[in-house]
Every structure is written in C-alpha cells, then in structure tokens.
C-alpha cells in the first residue's frame, strides 16, 4: 500500500539550516539568487552579480568568510582582529615633528590607555612649546578632561606620524572651547609620512572606470592610509593612471561610514603565477569632508599597527 505520508516528507526540500557558504554553492558565469556578504554583514556582493571566474571564487573563500545574505543573522560579529605590533621607539624633539596649524591628531587620556583615539586639531603654539588644541568629541559630547591628566597624542605631521605624551594645562570655554597642553614628552616618531598606511582587512566592490552604477567585482584592502588603499583582486583592474569605482565600510570606535568614492590606480603588482590576486596601489580622489575624516580616523584608530611600503601613496 502506498504511503502518502511518506512521499509528502521526501518531497519537502531541507531547510537551510546555516548562512555559511561553501565554494560549491556560489555559481561562476550566472547570477547570484541572493547577496553574499561576510561574517559581519558587510556586502560582498550584490544579489544579481556574476562571478566572472573561479579565480574570482577562489579570491572570496581565501579572503573572506562568505556567507548567504538573506540568512544571516542579525547579531553576526565581526572576528577578531590580530593584535598590533609595538611601534619601534626613537628619541625626537618638538621641532623634528614640524607640526602645523590645522593638523588633525588623535587624542585619548592615559588613564584609559585601550581606549580609542578621538580626533581634534592643533590651533596654536605657545613660545614654551605648548600646544592649543580644539577639544576631542565623544558620541558628539567634549571628552571630559580636567587640568593636570595626562593624554595621548599621535598626530599625521608633514614628514612623519609621531606619539607623544601631554598634559592638560588648561580647560578653556572663552572665547570658544579648546584646550592648552603642555610641551610635547617622550615623542616617538613611527614612520615616514609619505609611506604610512595602517594594516586593515576591508571588502572593497569595485567598478571600472570613472562612471557606472554597478561594481563588477570584490577586492581585499590589506592596507589603507588617509588617502589611499592597497587592493588586492583575483585579476589586474586596469594600467596605471586608469579609474575605478569603490565602495566600501569603516568602522571606527566613533564612525561607521559607508564610503563610495573614485581611485586612481598608481602602481600595479601582478600576480607572479597564473590564479595569484594582484594588488594595485590607489589615490582616492573624491572624498569629501565627512569622508576624509572618516578614513583619517580610521588610521588614528589603528596607529600601532603600522605598514611601510616605498612605493604606496600617501
């Protein structure tokens, strides 16, 4: 006799029990059903997209941690990120920094020394060395600092990214808020200006050339500066002096920006063996003020973790 209860279980397909995707899942040369985005929500790709190639594929398993979009849950996490390495130490002085007007720094109290940098600017110095400084903001309220703790600074120069130390002289609310910081102690310069870029691990679509309202691809920015990012890509996006589009997220301790912009690519690393990702050397071009800050507080936030490349953009 026949089962109809049976046949009605074998016919119902299996739910999807995890959003976690393997290789086998993502199709190459169709478009996706749903987007693919990483562990912590990020977009990877759009639903719609067409991976182009397995090496494409093979760049976003290697890279990434994909998972089904419209399966993911809400509280995924962000994994953890690697810890920074010590900065080197080397003695300098106040006049080896070259600090202008308007530099932005980042500041935080050493009293709570894992806490993230807060931006503010230098405004003026003082014959004695001190520094006159707009007041860093937290969750857009002054940071509360009182006269005599001692601070943090590291601060973008001309020539280099240098860390020091401060105190708080003074609180000022006339004629408008800002703060008088002693002579700058125990600076330590981390590196030279124009190659600083922080390590990073961000998804970055792409699209070629200057217009268009869609990215053909994924890459991987492994290092990022205030102006500039390394991308790595499964195949080599265009010759040097050519355009892109990018879109891409930071996360800051203070900020979390969703960021599309034009690059100028400057230089151009080709994989050395057939399937090896190349990496290309970008000058962000386009970014307006909200942007600007957002990516130099993105660096401020990981200024132990340094990178030194001679032929990156600044």
């Known amino acids: 006799m026949d089962n109809p209860v049976e046949e009605h279980v074998d ?137 005599g703790e001692n601070v943090e600074i590291v601060a973008i120069a001309s020539q280099a990214v240098f860390r020091f130390v401060c105190t708080v002289e003074a609180v000022c609310r006339l004629p408008f808020d800002y703060l008088v910081l002693s002579k700058p102690g125990a600076i330590r310069r981390l590196r030279e200006r124009k190659s600083i870029r922080v390590h990073a691990h961000l998804a970055v679509r792409f699209g070629i050339g200057e217009t268009g309202e869609n990215y053909e691809g994924l890459g991987l920015a492994k290092g990022i500066s205030a102006l500039g990012m390394s991308l790595s890509a499964s195949w080599t996006l265009g010759s040097v002096g050519e355009r892109l589009r990018l879109a891409f997220r930071l996360k800051s301790a203070e900020l979390d920006t969703e960021i599309e912009t034009t690059a100028v690519i400057r230089n151009v690393q080709k994989g050395s063996a057939p399937g090896e990702p190349s990496t290309h050397g970008l000058e962000l071009d386009q970014l307006d003020t909200a942007q600007q800050m957002a990516m130099k507080v993105f660096v401020f936030d990981r200024h132990d973790d340094v990178l030194y490349w001679s032929n990156a953009t600044a």
């Open 11 to 147: 016919d119902t397909p299996p739910a999807a029990s995890s959003p976690a995707l393997n290789p086998d899942a993502v199709p190459v040369g169709s478009p996706l059903a749903w987007p693919i985005v990483d562990a912590d929500g990020t977009l990877l790709f759009a639903s719609g997209t067409v991976l182009a190639t397995t090496d494409e594929r093979t760049f976003l398993f290697t890279h990434f941690q994909p998972q089904r979009g419209d399966l993911l849950g809400p509280n995924a996490q962000r994994p953890a990120e690697p810890a920074p390495q010590p900065p080197p130490a080397g003695e300098q002085t106040v006049r080896d920094m070259h600090l202008e007007i308007g530099a932005l720094i980042g500041m935080r109290s050493l009293v709570s020394g894992s806490a993230p940098m807060h931006p503010c600017r230098i405004i003026g110095f003082a014959p004695n060395h001190a520094l006159f400084v707009t007041p860093p903001l937290q969750n857009g309220r002054l940071l509360p600092l009182v006269p």
